[in-house]
Structure formats: C-alpha cells, structure tokens
C-alpha cells in the first residue's frame, strides 16, 4: 500500500535548543525531512549568542511515523529536544467550544431582566402561546447533535464519553459555517426506545435534531420514528448528509465525463447507513441500475440473509466485489481500506468514476489509479475532491429552522445536493474540481436557500 500523505491529523510541535551558528536548523529541517516529515510553520522562540529556541510544527502520515520523526531528530548532535507535543491532542485540551452568554449582564437592571423578575413575565408569555418559544428563546437558532456513540467515524461502538470529541466537532462546524448554536448529546443507551424516548424529552430546547455515529441498523428506526413523532426536523447526517454531498459530486463528475445518471452502472461498497442512503438518493435523482455490495459480495436476489432495505436494492447478480466493478461506470465506497485493487478499477467502463470515501485510509489510494480513473475522490482532505459532509448540514439545518420546517425531506436533500454541485461552474469543472471546498462561503447559504424553496413547495415550512 502506498504510504499516506502527512497530514495535520498527526501533527507535532517540536521545541528545540540549538548552537547559535549557521548550518544548524538546516540539519534539523534536514533530518526531518529524510524522515518523511512535512513542515509547518517554525517560529523563533528565544535566541542570545549562545543558543536558539524554535518550535517546528511537523506533519506526520501516523502515530508510528511522528516517533520515526522524533526519534531523527533526538539523534542529532548539539540538538535538544526539549519538549513533543501532539498538537491534536492539544487543540482538543479542555474541550472545544464552551457557552457563552449573547448579553452583558453589568447592571441590577440587566440581571432584573434576563432573570428574575423579569423573566417571569417571558414564562407567562410562551406558557400562553407556545410559538413564541421560536422567538424568545434559544430554540430558533439551536441544534442538538445526539449519538449513543455505537459508530464513531470508523472506529466502532466507543461509547458516549469517547464519541464527546466529534460530537464537539460538529458542534464547531455547525457555528462557524452557519451560525447555529449546537450543543453535543451523548446518550449512556443503545437501546432504541430509550433513545427515541430522550430525544422526544429533550425536544423542546431545540430548533432541530442531528443525529450522529448511531449504528445500523438501529439508526434507520430511530431517525424514522423521530420524524414522525417530533415536529422539528431530525437529520441523520451519517446516511444523509453523505448521501447529498455524494450526489453532488457524482452530478458534475458525470457531467465531467459526459454521462447520464440514468444510463450509468453504478456500485456502492457498503450496505451500511451511508450505502443505503446514498443508493436511495440516487435512486430519487434518476439513477436506474445500482449494485450495493457488502462485506458477503453482491446484494443479490438470491441471499437469504438480507433485511428489508437491502432487499429494496438486490439485483439479479451474485458474487465478488470484483465481479460488480467489472463493466461499471461508477465506483462508490463508504466501506474498508483496501478492498480495491487497481486491476478493478481496469476493469470498469471508460472514464470510469471512483470515489473511495473510506477515511482514514480509502478503498484504494488515488496513487495507484492515477491514470485509469477518470475522476477519483475522497473523504480525505489531502487529496482533490474531498466528499465532506460539512458541506451539507450546516445549510441543510439552516434552511429547514429558518422556514420552521416540520421535517427534512427527500426532495429537500435532492435540491441541497444540487445546490452544492451548481457552485462548480462549467469553465472550473475538472477531473480535480468536482466539488466546492468546504472554506467557499457561499455554499452554506445557497444551500440554505434551496432547502427554504424546496420546503416551501412541499408545503412543509412553518413560515
């Protein structure tokens, strides 16, 4: 396997003391260089006639390359390494988002009215109408992101306490691409009826519900019974939000190649939440001959083991993951690293389109397919074309609150995702441009917008 690409994942800071002479960081720079190592930025920290401070910033592909990196460095002669730290591990210390209050408190009068007396007649007022809670309170602007933490990215059922970090995460993305207050809900439960119990009881704080790392198939239930017995709308960014910014992509990466989705093979490795949805919002966007395989091969008609929503997508076909690339036009992955070979991706259709999205590591490494894909993405931000949900939900929860939407729709997720692709315009569409990067300011209000219209037409908006 090709070696991954250093990245800030596993990025270190290095304090150094060195010899004050010329020559001496550069076989610093030198020595993690030979290591592999990539570099950031290197401030001065201290210097005299004597001795120089620095601290260097390094990327590193992995825990065991970062010790590698180290370990070259600690061998220098004249060089003291006075301090490693991990600068992830850093930016996670004491949490990453706090609460903060909207409004000064510096007077008596201040204090009377955001709190008591005062907010005893704003009680009275929504006890009265219940509405007014969208205007006077939290709700109108607040999400809560719930998991029970059984799929934490792809690492596995971790729990609660370990799912907290991406839960903050999402909570950082929410504010910083769409202004919403989140707040992370990690359930001490994997019982479904629980789950949905607590959520439903927590409702009323929220202007909508995320759900997140919840593994199949519980999460299918869980997301269909809080749609129907809540009326804010839920979203489980997991099959939907992936499903949306696949689609998108998938949109100009055929418009790109100078296909139709209808008339395309498609094969998605992963019948899990993320597989299952995106093989059901290609399906509502036109695509007509989709392959789900998973871990036993092709979701054929013949298996007698599939539950009712592989059943919906089972072809007359049987065998490998092999056999399902070959003469296809599309390759989806939202499954394990490696799986792909460069000898598959040969084997499908001209210009063939693979998106390996298994993160850390993908299906198959761009690397190695260079030259027989014609457009290649992944989940991973090192690479061209990365499939980030942040370029979905945050729009997606903005547009729904704004109109008081009761629930999110497939045609909601439909136009977000045509929302998303129309943002590449056809004189920068390219094998290595097929989505807009997550920092284009633009695309949480445009995504927005089409999720208000689309609400709106289907006559689900409040307002």
């Not at 990245?7 to 290095?14: E, I, K």
Request: aromatic letters at 4%.
């Amino acid at each position: 396997m090709v070696s991954l690409t250093p990245n800030p994942s596993y990025s270190v800071s290095l304090l150094l003391e060195l010899p004050n002479h010329a020559g001496t960081l550069a076989s610093v720079t030198q020595a993690i260089a030979d290591a592999g190592g990539s570099f950031g930025q290197i401030s001065l920290i201290e210097s005299n006639l004597k001795l120089t401070r620095r601290e260097i910033a390094v990327d590193a592909s992995s825990s065991e390359h970062a010790e590698k990196i180290i370990g070259a460095v600690k061998a220098l002669d004249n060089v003291k390494l006075l301090k490693v730290s991990d600068r992830t591990f850093d930016l996670h210390r004491q949490g990453k988002i706090s609460v903060v209050s909207r409004i000064p408190l510096t007077s008596q009068s201040d204090l009377a009215m955001a709190y008591t007396p005062g907010v005893g007649r704003i009680c009275r007022a929504i006890a009265e109408d219940p509405e007014k809670v969208y205007s006077l309170t939290i709700k109108s602007n607040t999400v809560a992101v719930v998991t029970d933490g059984s799929a934490v990215l792809g690492l596995g059922n971790l729990g609660p306490e370990a799912a907290l970090p991406v839960m903050e995460g999402k909570a950082m993305l929410f504010k910083e691409f769409a202004q919403l207050d989140a707040f992370p809900i990690c359930l001490d439960t994997q019982d479904t009826e629980e789950i949905i119990r607590t959520v439903k009881a927590i409702a009323p704080v929220f202007g909508g519900v995320n759900l997140e790392d919840i593994a199949a198939p519980r999460c299918f239930e869980i997301e269909a019974r809080l749609k129907k017995e809540l009326n804010i709308p839920v979203f489980h960014d997991d099959q939907h939000g992936t499903a949306i910014v696949t689609l998108a992509a998938l949109l100009n990466a055929l418009k790109f190649v100078g296909k139709a989705m209808a008339a395309v093979r498609i094969v998605i490795n992963g019948a899990g939440a993320a597989g299952l949805a995106i093989a059901e919002l290609l399906k509502e966007s036109g695509a007509t001959d989709i392959w789900i395989c998973d871990s036993k091969g092709i979701v054929g008609k013949h298996r007698t083991d599939l539950n009712s929503k592989k059943q919906s997508f089972a072809v007359d076909a049987e065998g490998t993951l092999a056999d399902a690339m070959a003469g296809a036009d599309v390759f989806l992955g939202v499954s394990a690293p490696g799986v792909v070979t460069k000898e598959m991706v040969q084997s499908m259709a001209k210009d063939p389109i693979v998106f390996a999205m298994a993160n850390p590591i993908p299906e198959i490494q761009p690397e190695l397919i260079q030259e027989d894909a014609a457009v290649i993405a992944t989940g991973r931000s090192d690479y061209p074309n990365q499939i980030n949900n942040v370029l979905a939900f945050p729009g997606v929860f903005r547009g729904a609150i704004d109109c008081r939407a009761s629930i999110i729709t497939t045609t909601m997720c439909i136009e977000a995702a045509k929302a998303i692709a129309s943002l590449v315009h056809s004189n920068t569409l390219d094998s290595e441009h097929i989505i807009p990067s997550v920092f284009d300011n633009r695309v949480a209000t445009t995504v927005a917008s089409a999720v208000q219209l689309a609400a709106r037409n289907e006559g689900v908006a409040g307002q």
